[in-house]
Nanobody, 125 residues
Framework: QVHLVESGGGLVQAGGSLRLSCAASGRTFSSGAMGWFRQAPGKEREFVAAINWSAGNTIYADSAKGRFTISRDNAKNTVDLQMNSLKPEDTAVYYC??????????????????WGQGTQVTISS
């Protein structure tokens, strides 16, 4: 069994920062990748960022590039998302997800097999 738990969400004003964390437990997939997704009210789930466990390669959505940074700690099985210069349009539930067995970074949600429960991020203007 694989368990993913997000933390670090909250309410901040536009221009502020938040750091989200995802803790993984159960089976370890050292050759896989981890991603962050978000879903705003009335909108479909969208990709934010991803990183693989091996080389630490990263990809970002255009909306996140230059403002967000994804990182991982292989020893602790954690993945973080540092979010700076936050905007009201960043308001959403943020989910972490695991893509086991493949280091290839993809943006489609169907490429990830396991999902956390989500953490709420609200940005006020």
């Amino acid at each position: 069994q694989v368990h993913l738990v997000e933390s670090g969400g909250g309410l901040v004003q536009a221009g502020g920062s938040l750091r989200l964390s995802c803790a993984a437990s159960g089976r370890t997939f050292s050759s896989g990748a981890m991603g962050w997704f978000r879903q705003a009210p009335g909108k479909e789930r969208e990709f934010v960022a991803a990183i693989n466990w091996s080389a630490g390669n990263t990809i970002y959505a255009d909306s996140a590039k230059g403002r967000f940074t994804i990182s991982r700690d292989n020893a602790k099985n954690t993945v973080d998302l540092q979010m700076n210069s936050l905007k009201p349009e960043d308001t959403a539930v943020y989910y972490c997800a695991l893509r086991p067995g493949s280091a290839t970074l993809v943006v489609a949600g169907r490429g990830y097999d396991y999902w956390g429960q989500g953490t709420q991020v609200t940005i006020s203007s």
